[in-house]
């Protein structure tokens, strides 16, 4: 619980200022719950922001998310499910904010589920994972388009080297239906080497395939893709620089 006081709450010029309390109020909770072949995660949040001169600007904001991943098959089949509500911008033309208040008032309630399989598996030393995903967002304000959505990504790296080469490869197709608007697909596939070095240093190099960046409807592999850089990992730090090219440049 707290308060905000501003001496020009509308952001107005000289001579024009106004000056008003805002009384902020945010409980949140969290819960969670781990068992054997289970993972529930529950975190909550209510926002409220009252105008003490200006009490038709009030504001009332739900965030939370609430998962629950369960282990179908020991070590191997995963069920992964979702549901939260959050906010977007509704105009990316339009400010944010009318006032000096940290709010974003250019916003609408997001609400999004999302379900789907997992698998995991070690191969020769390797680590293959695949998950799909389904799921469902829907918007508040009818401006926006509440839209499906499926999401396909798949890992499979080498094995785990303190010095020497390793690789990983990694594949990621989107699909978005709207009510109005075409189907939106995206997709990449990409193969990097990696040579570790003394001290977590690891330079390394990608190359693979995307679908026309402008082109949205269609998730055709027909661009190429590189870059090359070096990363470093310590048991604080990650730091990575690289350089290359895609299909926007």
Do not use: C, K
Request: net charge negative; no cysteine; glycine share 6%.
């Amino acid at each position: 619980v707290g308060a905000i006081y501003s001496d020009n709450i509308n952001l107005a010029p000289d001579g024009f200022e106004e000056d008003d309390f805002v009384y902020r109020i945010a409980p949140s909770i969290s819960l969670a719950s781990l068992g054997r072949r289970y993972d529930f995660r529950l975190d909550y949040t209510l926002e409220a922001l009252y105008y003490q001169d200006q009490p038709d600007s009030t504001e009332v904001y739900n965030q939370g998310a609430v998962t629950f991943d369960l282990e179908v098959l020991e070590e191997h089949l995963f069920l992964n499910t979702l549901a939260s509500i959050s906010q977007v911008v509704v105009d990316p033309e339009q400010p944010f904010s009318s006032n000096n208040v940290p709010q974003i008032g250019n916003r609408t309630d997001a609400t999004r589920y999302r379900i789907g399989p997992e698998w995991r598996q070690d191969i020769l030393g390797s680590s293959l994972n695949v998950r799909y995903d389904i799921g469902r967002v829907n918007y508040d304000d009818e401006a926006l388009q509440d839209g499906d959505y499926q999401d396909l990504n798949t890992d499979w790296t080498g094995p785990e080297r303190d010095r020497g080469l390793t690789w990983a490869i990694r594949h990621e197709y989107r699909n978005y239906d709207y009510e109005l608007s075409e189907a939106a697909r995206r997709q990449l596939a990409e193969l990097t080497l990696i040579y570790r070095l003394n001290d977590g240093w690891a330079p390394f190099a990608s190359a693979g395939m995307e679908s026309d960046v402008r082109n949205r409807t269609d998730a055709s592999l027909e661009d190429g893709i590189w870059r090359t850089g070096v990363r470093r990992n310590t048991a604080r730090t990650s730091f990575e620089a690289f350089y290359g090219e895609r299909s926007f440049g």
